[in-house]
Structures are given as structure tokens and as C-alpha cells.
């Protein structure tokens, strides 16, 4: 049972970026002017404009390798710093916000500073059931 539980901690985390980034796209694809506002969305984080496709990318390309489990030490550590970089914006928003508006940027900091910690495990144990970087693995010892 132990075994299987590394796999579902990798594959939880994961499904926060790909989830996440699906329902972004979905936005700027059939909203007018979507990629703008996702744009606006990350500016009004202290995030430069140049973050938003940055940000697709590393959500869908690096939280599919890490969803699989492709390359899943360098895969955690590319999402560990990408959300510890979200979690100093929203930090950095909690801080211009005045209260009581500015509990919810401190939530969401706190959200993004606990999935950090969870890739840093990760990054730490890498070797996770059921991910390709086993598969390759076994197929170059053989």
C-alpha cells in the first residue's frame, strides 16, 4: 500500500497544475481579449506581463512530466519555483491589500507555500510507482 501512496501524492499535486492551467485556457480561448485579462490577472500580482505564457507552459508541459512522473526530480524542482515565485506575489499582494481584503491573498499564499513543500518532497524522493522514469530505468539496466 505504501508504495501506491507516493504515486497518488505525485499525481494530487500534479492534477493542481494541469487542472488549473485547463480551466485558464479554457478563459482565454473563448472569452474576448482572455489572454489579456489572464495577462491582467497575474500583473495585479506584481507578476510582469512576460509570467503568462511562462506560466502555461511550465503548468501544462512540466505538470504533465510530473503527472506521469517523466524526469520527476527536475520536474519538482521547476514547479517548486514556480509556485514559491506565486506565493512571494501573493505575499507581496497581502501586503499593499488593507484589511480585511487582504486575507484571501494570504490564503492563497499559504496555498502555494504548502504545495511548495510537497514538491520539495517530492524532489527529495523522486522514486515514485508507476512513473516512467522507472520504466526507463529498468529498460537501460537490462
Known amino acids: 500500500m505504501n508504495k501506491f501512496l507516493s504515486a497518488f501524492g505525485r ?3 500534479a492534477q493542481l497544475f494541469l487542472i488549473s492551467i ?5 478563459g482565454i480561448l473563448n472569452m474576448p481579449n482572455g489572454y489579456i485579462a489572464y495577462q491582467n490577472g497575474l500583473m495585479s500580482h506584481a507578476l510582469p506581463g512576460i509570467f503568462a505564457p511562462i506560466s502555461v507552459i511550465i503548468q ?8 506521469v512522473g517523466y524526469k520527476t526530480r527536475l520536474s519538482a524542482i521547476i514547479l517548486m519555483i514556480y509556485t514559491l515565485i506565486n506565493a ?17 491573498p494570504l490564503q492563497q499564499a499559504l496555498q502555494y ?3 511548495t513543500g510537497g514538491l520539495l518532497f ?4 523522486p522514486e515514485t510507482t ?10 537501460k539496466n537490462k
Do not use: E, H, R, W
Open 22 to 26: 485547463l480551466i485558464s485556457l479554457n
Open 60 to 67: 501544462l508541459i512540466i505538470g504533465f512530466t510530473f503527472f
Open 88 to 104: 512571494l506575489s501573493y505575499l507581496y499582494t497581502f501586503m499593499i491589500v488593507p484589511p480585511p481584503v487582504n486575507l484571501l
Open 113 to 115: 507555500l504548502a504545495v
Open 122 to 125: 517530492v524532489m527529495l524522493n
Open 130 to 139: 508507476f512513473a516512467l522514469d522507472n520504466q526507463i530505468k529498468k529498460k
Open 11 to 13: 499525481i494530487f499535486i
